[in-house]
């Protein structure tokens, strides 16, 4: 049963960091592309960032370019969020994803979802 789980999230102050983890089971992420979403209240769920199966290839929504990062490390079957510089309009479940293809997508055609982490910022 392929299975995500995301965790790192918590309550951090305005220009705060965060790396948030999600880790995979069941299957092995080589050949998946991820994505990390997120959802805050009364929104709908928007792409942050997401990267190819081989890690080459890398996307990230206009709101969080130049402040995170995405990355992933197979031999561990997980995949970093890497936050900084958060800002209060970051506050949202964050969610990742996967899709077994080669390249990512920064809208929710993916297979597989795991639960969520809040991530809270403010002062």
């Known amino acids: 049963q392929l299975q995500l789980v995301e965790s790192g999230g918590g309550l951090v102050q305005p220009g705060g960091s965060l790396r948030l983890s999600c880790v995979a089971s069941?299957?092995?992420?080589?050949?998946?592309?991820i994505g990390w979403f997120r959802q805050a209240p009364g929104k709908e769920r928007e792409g942050v960032s997401c990267i190819s199966s081989s890690g080459r290839s890398t996307k990230y929504a206009d709101s969080v370019k130049g402040r995170f990062t995405i990355s992933r490390e197979n031999a561990k079957n997980t995949v970093y969020l890497q936050m900084n510089s958060l800002k209060p309009e970051d506050t949202a479940v964050y969610y990742c994803a996967a899709r077994l293809r080669a390249m990512c997508v920064m809208t929710d055609e993916y297979e597989s979802w795991g639960q969520g982490t809040q991530v809270t910022v403010s002062s």
């Open positions: 069941g299957f092995s992420l080589d050949y998946y592309a």
